[in-house]
């Protein structure tokens, strides 16, 4: 297949063109400038427009990597993240829509769409009440999404992410105790202690996408990609310290941080339906992590 990952600088789209690289034929798209890879399209990082990089070749799947992945800076900087999650998205499927509807269409949504949920574990049939920017846009990009689907019949299929990790994240939870511990042995985290999360490893997120392009009927699909674990907060902190720093101890401030759900689990039986098993544990990925930091960092 000839696959088009966009956004192919970043954290899980450099994992996906590494995985995907072995068995397909692969462009990468991104922001970044670069001279010496072959198959490369860049976009302007301030006004993107994907025409020329759908001209140029006609692609089975196109994986939507791109996007701005972080809470509090929706919260500062709206109209930016509004741009990288939103508006790109349109962009991207216009011009799919002009010059190559064939393309199956892969967009990484996150599972803010659906914020503080009701009940535990979280369906794809639960109600979409984001509570931030960053949940609220990309909400919109999968009603555009299935706008594209419903108007022009293109190939669509929605990712609700929930916490991925591994080796290349330099940003939320495990890059902020990274940072914190660096300095530190007394850390203190937003939050009241009884807030959890479900984590997948980057390399079980690059494996779920495979089997989403093999299986997934693209008729605006929505799927749940995580494990289907509840992790509590403390017990991934004590678990990521183990192997960067067991003397650290740990508190909590008693309060959230604005935007940010208090409990997640993913319902994943339409992942699983389609072959999905986890082979890193968050043990076993946070142990690989921390050697990467030591190793990069």
Excluded at 15 to 26: G, I, L, M, R
Excluded at 125 to 152: T, V
Excluded at 203 to 210: C, E, M, N, P, Q
Excluded at 264 to 278: C, H, N, Q
Aim: net charge neutral.
């Amino acid at each position: 297949m000839k696959i088009v990952i966009i956004g192919s600088k970043g954290f899980i789209g450099s994992h996906a063109t590494d995985f995907f690289s072995k068995n397909h034929q692969v462009w990468q798209s991104d922001v970044v400038v670069d001279y010496t890879t072959s198959n490369y399209y860049q976009v302007d990082a301030t006004n993107a427009d994907y025409s020329e990089l759908f001209q140029l070749q006609k692609f089975d799947v196109c994986i939507n990597c791109s996007g701005a992945a972080s809470v509090p800076d929706s919260i500062k900087n709206p109209q930016r993240d509004f741009v990288l999650n939103t508006v790109n998205v349109f962009k991207q499927l216009d011009a799919i829509r002009k010059y190559n509807s064939d393309c199956k269409y892969i967009n990484l949504s996150s599972a803010a769409v659906y914020g503080n949920p009701n009940y535990l574990p979280i369906d794809n049939m639960h109600p979409l009440q984001p509570i931030s920017p960053y949940g609220k846009h990309k909400k919109m990009a999968e009603d555009i999404c299935g706008s594209f689907y419903e108007n022009y019949n293109l190939k669509t299929c929605n990712l609700r992410i929930f916490s991925a990790y591994g080796e290349g994240l330099k940003k939320q939870l495990f890059w902020d105790l990274y940072k914190k511990g660096s300095n530190e042995n007394k850390v203190k985290l937003f939050g009241t202690g009884k807030e959890s999360r479900d984590f997948i490893h980057v390399k079980d997120l690059v494996k779920a996408i495979d089997l989403v392009i093999e299986k997934a009927s693209f008729l605006n699909d929505t799927i749940n990609v995580s494990n289907g674990n509840e992790v509590l907060i403390p017990d991934a902190v004590s678990l990521f310290y183990k192997y960067f720093k067991p003397e650290i101890s740990i508190s909590f401030k008693g309060e959230a941080r604005e935007g940010d759900p208090n409990n997640w689990v993913a319902d994943i039986s339409k992942l699983k339906s389609f072959g999905y098993k986890t082979t890193i544990d968050l043990e076993t990925g946070l142990n690989s992590y921390v050697q990467w930091l030591r190793e990069n960092e």
